[in-house]
C-alpha cells in the first residue's frame, strides 16, 4: 500500500512541476523581447538564485495591443534608505528620453516616501520600442544597480492611450 501513495504522490509532484514550467512559459512569453531575454542570460549566466533574484527586480504586464498611441506606466519602490537613488535612476531615465523622438509626454512621480512612478507616452508600437531598447531601458536592464536600489519588482504597466490633453490651458 504504501508504494501505491508513493507513486501517486511522485506523479502529483511531476504533474505539479509540469504546471509550473507551462505556468512559467506563458508568463515569459507575455513579457516583451528583452525580459525573456534578460531572464535566460541571468538564468544561464548565474544559476537559479541569481534568476530568481533579478526577475523579481521588474516585471512587465499587459498587452502590445494594436496600433496606436502606446504608454509605459512603471511602479517602482524604492528600498528603505535608497530613496534618492531611485531619484537620481528617474532623472537618468528621463536624461535617456530627451533624445528619444518618439518618447511623448514623460513625467516621474512620488506617491510616498519610497513609492515612486513613470508615466511615458508614445505614438506608437514602434516608438515604444525604440524606447525600450534604447538608454531608459538599458536601465532598468542594469540588474545590479535594480537589486541594490528597489525594494520590489518595478512594475511595468504596458497601456493603450485612448485620449489625452497634451497642453496646459492659458492662464
Same mark, same amino acid.
Do not use: Y
Given at each position: 500500500?504504501?508504494?501505491?501513495?508513493?507513486?501517486?504522490?511522485?506523479?502529483e509532484?511531476?504533474?505539479?512541476?509540469?504546471?509550473?514550467?507551462? @505556468?512559467?512559459?506563458?508568463?515569459?512569453?507575455?513579457?516583451?523581447?528583452?525580459?525573456?531575454?534578460?531572464?535566460?542570460?541571468?538564468?544561464?549566466?548565474?544559476g537559479?538564485?541569481?534568476?530568481?533574484?533579478?526577475?523579481?527586480?521588474f516585471q512587465?504586464?499587459?498587452?502590445?495591443?494594436?496600433e496606436?498611441?502606446?504608454?509605459?506606466?512603471? @511602479?517602482?519602490?524604492?528600498?528603505?534608505?535608497?530613496?534618492?537613488?531611485?531619484?537620481?535612476?528617474?532623472r537618468?531615465?528621463r536624461a535617456c528620453?530627451?533624445?528619444?523622438?518618439?518618447?511623448?509626454?514623460?513625467?516621474?512621480?512620488r506617491?510616498?516616501?519610497?513609492?515612486?512612478?513613470?508615466?511615458?507616452?508614445?505614438?506608437?508600437?514602434?516608438?515604444?520600442?525604440?524606447?525600450?531598447?534604447?538608454?531608459?531601458?538599458?536601465?532598468?536592464?542594469?540588474?545590479?544597480?535594480?537589486?541594490?536600489?528597489?525594494?520590489?519588482?518595478?512594475?511595468?504597466?504596458?497601456v493603450?492611450?485612448?485620449m489625452?490633453?497634451?497642453r496646459?490651458?492659458?492662464?
Amino acid at each position: 500500500m504504501r508504494s501505491v501513495n508513493g507513486r501517486r504522490q511522485a506523479d502529483e509532484e511531476k504533474s505539479h512541476t509540469k504546471q509550473l514550467e507551462e @505556468e512559467k512559459g506563458a508568463h515569459e512569453e507575455m513579457m516583451a523581447p528583452p525580459v525573456r531575454w534578460l531572464l535566460r542570460e541571468i538564468s544561464g549566466a548565474h544559476g537559479c538564485n541569481a534568476k530568481r533574484q533579478a526577475a523579481v527586480k521588474f516585471q512587465v504586464v499587459g498587452d502590445q495591443g494594436a496600433e496606436g498611441r502606446k504608454a509605459f506606466f512603471i @511602479e517602482i519602490e524604492a528600498r528603505p534608505g535608497q530613496e534618492d537613488a531611485v531619484v537620481q535612476m528617474l532623472r537618468d531615465i528621463r536624461a535617456c528620453v530627451e533624445d528619444e523622438p518618439a518618447t511623448g509626454p514623460w513625467f516621474a512621480v512620488r506617491f510616498s516616501t519610497t513609492r515612486f512612478g513613470i508615466f511615458e507616452a508614445f505614438p506608437d508600437l514602434a516608438g515604444r520600442q525604440a524606447h525600450v531598447d534604447g538608454g531608459g531601458g538599458d536601465i532598468f536592464r542594469d540588474i545590479e544597480r535594480m537589486n541594490t536600489i528597489l525594494n520590489v519588482a518595478a512594475r511595468v504597466h504596458r497601456v493603450d492611450v485612448l485620449m489625452s490633453k497634451d497642453r496646459f490651458a492659458p492662464l
